[in-house]
């Protein structure tokens, strides 16, 4: 496959994805392996290393480890927009539904707003538990909560434990939140784990939508756990979306809720 005639945003990121299995790279390697010049395969590294995706070494480049912030510093970020989308979020479950919530602060926010809804909350996220099981009320959710390997950072369980009750699970209707989306339409997050976790949700769900404020565009993050149009749609408060994510809407028509 000849990836110079891709467009550059495709291109890029298949380098991102050798590095992603072989950690570093020389010039030479991405020019055998995208069969491109050596002067087409440093012009990406340096836009790569520019938006912060790689780092340069000696005659190549190395993927560079991301983390997400903290459970809590996220919370106190883009608060509106987080709010907007989590009760837009809301109004698409239908009553007695099976509902899973993502780990992250956006997805905590369509928790919020189902407080006083008849639904099943299933979660890996300690804050959206702590936050409904506190509710009193006949009409509550009912949770569930899915344990497994702990992180005190994004306060939540993750690992196979979590992979393997959501496979013997069935969902009517997911939110998933993500560290960014990039160019091409692809959902990036910064966690292998939760990448995992996410691509079990899907397998799991009826319906999923991919939750990403204004501040997700383009992502960032290291692993690909699947495309914007495996779901069914993006609630965003982004204003113009991306030229190929609008391309993917049309395709595969994919709704598009902005708040």
């Known amino acids: ?14 380098i991102v994805d050798l590095l992603r299995v072989k950690g570093s790279l020389s010039v030479s ?22 938006s912060g995706r790689v780092g340069r070494t000696w005659g190549g480049a190395r993927l560079i480890d991301q983390v997400d912030d903290p ?24 009553d007695g539904a099976a509902v899973y919530i993502d780990v992250g602060t956006t997805c ?12 099943v909350v299933v979660t890996a996220s300690l804050p959206t538990f702590e936050m ?14 899915v344990g497994g390997e702990w992180s005190e950072r994004y306060m939540c369980f993750s690992g196979n434990d979590v992979v393997s009750v959501l496979e013997r699970r069935s969902i009517d209707i997911a939110f998933i939140g993500c560290s960014g989306i990039d160019l091409g339409g692809r959902v990036r997050d ?16 009826a319906r999923s939508y991919v939750l990403a404020d204004a501040r997700k565009f383009p992502g960032k993050g290291a692993y690909i756990p699947f495309a914007v149009s495996d779901t069914a749609g993006i609630i965003t408060d982004v204003d113009v979306l991306p ?8 395709k595969n028509r994919i709704e598009v809720i902005n708040v």
């Not at 409904?132 to 909560?145: E, N, T």
């Open 1 to 14: 496959m000849y990836y110079v005639y891709m467009l550059k945003v495709e291109r890029q990121a298949a």
């Open 29 to 50: 390697q991405i020019v055998d392996e995208l069969e491109v010049s050596p002067s087409t395969a440093r012009r990406d590294l340096i836009d790569l290393q520019e």
């Open 71 to 94: 459970f809590e510093e996220a919370l106190e970020r883009q608060t509106a927009a987080k709010q907007s989308i989590g009760t837009a979020a809301a109004e698409l479950v239908p």
């Open 108 to 119: 905590y926010n369509v928790a919020a707003s189902l407080v006083r809804r008849n639904v």
């Open 132 to 145: 409904l099981r506190k509710q009193s009320r006949p009409d509550s959710p009912r949770i569930c909560l």
């Open 190 to 205: 910064n966690s292998s784990s939760q990448t995992t976790i996410k691509q079990a949700v899907l397998a799991a769900s």
């Open 243 to 250: 030229p190929t994510v609008k391309e993917l809407r049309v």
